[in-house]
């Protein structure tokens, strides 16, 4: 498979987005599995807002999708924009978030908010 070259300061918004621990490590953990908000409430301190404007960033860099299923949305990696191949490459180097998805999974949390 071809990789596609990335504009020069299309790559550098992508670096600098993900130059935040947060959002790389969300950006981790789709890489393993779709998340619906209410599990990035296990693995972050922080509020569902706070978390949300971090996926938006990630969503409006084109970096990640959302699938809306009733009033749930559940984000994933956005496999089909030209970034996928710099995002492969750049989580090559970082840790796998199994311990994060782990965490995700013994609490359950789609059992309490009903996605």
């Not at 569902?48 to 990640?64: C, E, N, W, Y």
């Not at 090559?92 to 013994?106: K, S």
């Amino acid at each position: 498979m071809s990789k596609t070259i990335v504009e020069l300061d299309r790559a550098a918004a992508v670096l600098k987005l993900l130059g935040d621990k947060t959002r790389l490590t969300i950006i981790g953990i789709l890489k393993q599995r779709e998340c619906c908000v209410c599990e990035f409430l296990e693995v972050f301190d922080m509020s569902q807002p706070s978390i949300s404007q971090h996926l938006r960033k990630l969503k409006d860099a084109g970096l990640v999708k959302e699938d809306r299923r009733g009033q749930w949305i559940y984000y994933s990696l956005n496999q089909q924009s030209e970034l996928y191949g710099l995002i492969e490459d750049i989580l090559e180097h970082v840790p796998e978030q199994t311990d994060q998805i782990n965490l995700i999974d013994r609490a359950n949390p789609t059992l309490r908010c009903g996605c």
